[in-house]
């Protein structure tokens, strides 16, 4: 499976987790009620409780509270959030993260993991940070000497390689490869057209054949590229890693630093996203501080409490049996 299209379907997939998971409250259990059997012997959803409360009541407690304090706030200002907004910022955020899953080894999915972080509370985390930003939006300025002057100081942070964008369309034989090559040269069908009709890539057959920016390299694919001498030039067939495939030049960049307008707008959002999350930040810790909190609930001592039941052998609703080690 490519990339793209494991990223589509982590998309998709996303959206009907997202659709499902993260709206709907989870299905409310009685202490009593059973959350699993072990030979025949109930663990129950009051044991589950007091077991995740013991292990993270702490962290999500405070988690929740922050919640709590810049909704509250937000809802002062009259801020509202979508679930439309935290929807397209999960989708950002995964997106971004598997595209450098090749350079990181990290995809959305294996951050998630990592985390340990369920969709649903990340879904509360973008709400709040959505919220915040909102909120010191009106204080976030940023003037073109900023502009100017970040642009002096990173001017090689915006040096781009040579790079080559090019469409493909790739088949199953070289013998139909050589056919369709054929009929887009003498003009039975456009190149777009024909990447929907033949290419077996689902993200270039949906795309009208379009790959993206590639580097110099030495792989069959790169090397054929970088063969054609002018845009709209279309190689011979190549073997790569979708089958047979035709490449088409249709843009070429050589190596430079753009000029300050041609990254202006890059520059600004950059530092309205720093400025932004730095005043964010602030306001955080502010309204936290200023906030009314009582927390009514001794973590260190239910923690001493569950240590000394392990430590005598007792676990909860087990009837005093030995906890196994």
């Not at 520059?267 to 306001?283: F, G, P, V």
């Not at 923690?303 to 005598?312: F, H, Y």
């Amino acid at each position: 499976m490519s990339n793209e299209t494991q990223s589509r379907l982590g998309a998709a997939v996303l959206a009907l987790l997202m659709a499902g998971l993260v709206w709907s409250a989870p299905q409310a259990l009685k202490p009593e009620d059973p959350a699993a059997r072990v030979n025949g012997k109930v663990i129950t959803a009051g044991e589950l409780q007091a077991e995740c409360t013991a292990r993270f009541g702490a962290e999500t407690l405070g988690q929740m509270i922050q919640y709590r304090v810049v909704s509250e706030a937000a809802a002062k200002q009259k801020i509202e959030v979508t679930d439309q907004e935290i929807m397209k910022r999960i989708k950002g955020l995964q997106v971004n993260m598997d595209l450098q899953k090749p350079r990181t080894g990290m995809g959305f999915r294996e951050w998630m993991q990592s985390r340990r972080m369920s969709l649903r509370e990340l879904a509360s985390q973008a709400r709040m940070e959505l919220q915040l930003e909102k909120m010191v939006a009106p204080k976030v300025t940023v003037d073109n000497e900023e502009l100017s002057r970040y642009y002096q100081t990173n001017r090689e942070k915006f040096r781009q390689p040579e790079r080559m964008m090019v469409s493909h369309i790739a088949v199953e034989t070289k013998e139909e490869a050589e056919r369709v090559r054929q009929e887009i040269v003498t003009g039975k069908v456009t190149f777009a057209d024909a990447a929907r009709k033949y290419s077996v890539d689902p993200y270039g057959r949906e795309n009208g054949g379009l790959f993206g920016w590639i580097a110099r390299g030495e792989d069959p694919i790169q090397q054929a590229a970088y063969e054609l001498k002018k845009d709209g030039d279309l190689s011979p067939p190549v073997q790569g890693k979708k089958g047979w495939e035709i490449i088409r030049r249709d843009a070429y960049q050589s190596e430079n630093i753009p000029t300050f307008e041609q990254v202006e707008e890059t520059i600004r959002e950059l530092l309205t996203a720093e400025k932004t999350q730095r005043l964010a930040q602030q306001m955080m810790t502010e309204l936290t501080r200023a906030a009314n909190v009582e927390q009514l609930v001794d973590f260190r001592a239910l923690n001493d409490d569950m240590r000394a039941l392990i430590e005598t052998g007792q676990q909860l609703g087990t009837g005093g049996e030995e906890v196994p080690q």
